[in-house]
């Protein structure tokens, strides 16, 4: 099942603007209590959404033949915050944008619990860049949840068209640069990405794998990432290969030490699971 929402700068999404609300009533009773009580309440509400920000052709010309670009999301489904794995039962939960629009005190107090709470999907650099142009900065720093999904430039057969790789390659890395700077916040990072530069050497380090490494805790960015999966393909390497390379990417993103701390919670799992299966299968021997 597909929702498509429009997230265009003229959407109320990322327009509003609480300061222009010049009407200011008496404070509610639930206005009333106290901030700690307030986000407890808004705890039940918000819960964890998962949404591919994607740019397309708008639909609504607006009286002329121009086309304009917007961003729109689709929902998905959402990922566990223990193993960050997908659930096996999901139903889709209606954003609650209704309450967040009801008054400007209510909007101050949830708009960033909603950046926040919600897990974006990119799929294309252009999504991307759009996305860090319209949206305030102050929910860019609230987002702790990122998920890359990237398709590098093939190599072009004529050098007259090598320019289109270039630039397709220093957008993406200008995006990763910007979203790294923007995202304060971030915490969680999926990349799924796939490599069509070469010839190339399979190291961390090579042109391919420089717009990763901004969100490393020695990039001097400021991210501070504690969950960072990494997925690499290419048909020129084998999979055993892109793996021990996506595993130090991961070190270098996480840093060693939250690294060492993941793969030692995992190890725990692993052995928890088979203790189990051994048990069931003593009882029915």
């Not at 001097?220 to 595993?247: C, N, W």
Request: aromatic residues 12%.
């Amino acid at each position: 099942m597909e929702i498509w929402t429009s997230l265009d700068s003229r959407q109320a999404w990322c327009q509003f603007d609480p300061e222009t609300q010049t009407d200011t009533p008496s404070p509610s009773s639930f206005q009333c209590l106290p901030a700690e009580l307030r986000l407890k309440i808004y705890a039940y509400l918000f819960t964890i959404y998962r949404v591919e920000i994607i740019r397309r052709k708008s639909k609504k010309t607006e009286g002329t033949k121009k086309l304009y670009y917007r961003l729109y999301s689709k929902r998905l489904r959402p990922r566990v915050d223990k193993n960050q794995e997908k659930p096996g039962r999901w139903w889709i939960k209606s954003l609650p944008m209704t309450l967040i629009f009801t008054c400007r005190s209510i909007y101050l107090d949830t708009i960033l619990l909603l950046y926040a709470n919600t897990q974006f999907v990119f799929a294309t650099t252009n999504a991307m860049t759009r996305f860090i142009k319209i949206t305030p900065s102050d929910a860019q720093a609230a987002i702790r949840h990122v998920e890359l999904k990237h398709i590098m430039y093939n190599e072009p057969r004529l050098t007259e068209f090598r320019i289109y790789k270039a630039r397709s390659d220093m957008a993406f890395y200008l995006a990763c640069e910007d979203m790294a700077l923007a995202f304060k916040g971030l915490r969680v990072l999926h990349v799924d990405m796939r490599i069509y530069d070469w010839p190339i050497r399979l190291e961390i380090g090579e042109l391919w794998s420089l717009p990763l490494l901004f969100f490393g805790r020695e990039s001097g960015t400021g991210t501070d990432i504690d969950e960072a999966s990494v997925r690499l393909r290419m048909v020129m390497f084998s999979d055993e290969a892109l793996q021990i390379i996506a595993r130090g990417l991961e070190e270098r993103i996480m840093g060693p030490e939250k690294f060492q701390i993941r793969e030692d919670e995992r190890l725990a799992r692993k052995l928890h699971v088979l203790g189990r299966k051994t048990k069931v299968l003593r009882l029915v021997m």
